[in-house]
């Protein structure tokens, strides 16, 4: 299986940045990764100029999985539950998508698999980042039995 991040803008502040690269590290000792950060929207862009962003580059055959707010809060067991089963069912790629400030467009909301809450708190954009390759790190953990889950 393949994870591949798709967000928007690139992670600036360096302990961000740091964290970042820790569980991508970690990450990748389960699943292969691949980040690709698009670029930032100006001013005068909107949510849909992003989001075509977003579509030129991804695969239509992946599994995507959006994060957004109206999505499914799941505990780090239930996302262990979920990561077990895209492997059980044979997933190859799986697309993680981070929307602009603005979010997304229905368009790509609508090619979305699944619709993911990271939580009901609101995150900056790199915060969500490293929770969501934190929680993965932490799913297969939770699959492998190892001590980091607890």
């Not at 695969?59 to 799941?74: E, H, M």
């Not at 995150?123 to 390759?133: D, I, K, P």
């Amino acid at each position: 299986m393949k994870f591949k991040f798709v967000w928007i803008g690139k992670t600036k502040d360096p302990n961000w940045k740091a964290l970042q690269d820790e569980y991508m590290q970690r990450l990748s000792h389960f699943v292969k990764c691949e980040i690709t950060e698009l670029k930032d929207s100006t001013g005068n862009e909107s949510k849909e100029i992003e989001s075509k962003r977003i579509l030129e580059i991804l695969n239509p055959k992946t599994f995507a999985v959006l994060l957004d707010v109206k999505g499914k809060a799941i505990s780090s067991h239930g996302l262990s539950d979920l990561i077990s089963n895209w492997q059980d069912r044979g997933v190859k790629e799986i697309t993680f998508i981070i929307g602009g400030a603005n979010g997304v467009s229905e368009e790509i909301r609508g090619k979305a698999d699944y619709l993911l809450s990271l939580s009901f708190l609101t995150f900056t954009h790199e915060m969500a980042r490293v929770v969501l390759l934190e929680q993965l790190y932490r799913g297969y953990s939770i699959i492998k039995g190892f001590p980091y889950q607890k």
